[in-house]
């Protein structure tokens, strides 16, 4: 390990709803959230960024904005929305 070389990477922080109370959740903060099972599986970094601080063990970090989710019995759609990333 470098001891000049410093990081701290926070991978997920946010405040938000639950499901309990209704159908829609939301929440705001960097959340970590599965957009891509090609992506997570092979660790592309393509639509969940990772943090490469340690390239043999890369983490998967979450994205920033505002996010909210729909269930129904059927399944759940996701929206989006950041000002930093987009998707």
Same mark, same amino acid.
């Given at each position: 390990?470098?001891?000049?070389?410093?990081? &701290?990477?926070?991978?997920?922080? =946010?405040?938000?709803?639950?499901?309990? #109370?209704?159908?829609? +959740?939301?929440?705001?903060?960097?959340?970590?959230? +599965?957009? /891509?099972? !090609?992506?997570?599986?092979?660790? #592309?970094?393509?639509?969940?960024?990772?943090? *490469?601080?340690? =390239?043999?063990?890369?983490?998967?970090?979450?994205? &920033?904005? *505002?996010?909210?989710?729909?269930?129904?019995?059927?399944?759940? *759609? /996701? &929206? &989006?929305? +950041?000002?930093?990333?987009? !998707?």
């Amino acid at each position: 390990e470098c001891p000049d070389c410093s990081a &701290f990477e926070l991978p997920e922080a =946010y405040v938000g709803s639950s499901h309990e #109370l209704s159908r829609w +959740s939301v929440q705001i903060g960097r959340v970590r959230k +599965s957009w /891509s099972v !090609l992506d997570q599986t092979w660790q #592309l970094g393509i639509y969940q960024p990772r943090f *490469v601080y340690d =390239y043999l063990h890369p983490e998967t970090v979450g994205l &920033f904005g *505002v996010f909210s989710d729909y269930r129904w019995g059927g399944g759940t *759609v /996701s &929206f &989006f929305v +950041s000002p930093i990333f987009s !998707l």
